[in-house]
């Protein structure tokens, strides 16, 4: 694992957690949370690459 993902999960972190309080001090609170889910989806897509490498490295390891 590189360390280029922890600061890719950590940038979209910062910048939707900025943008969420941005949009909630305006009282645009549904924005908001659809912002922050947005981000959490844009997260989830980075994560199922690698958890897709790791099941593949498991199964070669143990043979199934």
Do not use: H, N, W, Y
């Not at 549904?30 to 989830?44: D, H, T």
């Amino acid at each position: 694992m590189d360390i280029t993902l922890i600061i890719k999960v950590a940038g979209v972190g910062m910048l939707v957690s900025i943008a969420a309080q941005i949009l909630s001090k305006s009282g645009r609170d549904e924005q908001a949370m659809l912002v922050s889910i947005a981000g959490l989806v844009v997260v989830l897509l980075l994560l199922v690459r690698e958890i897709g490498t790791l099941f593949d490295t498991v199964k070669s390891v143990f043979g199934v």
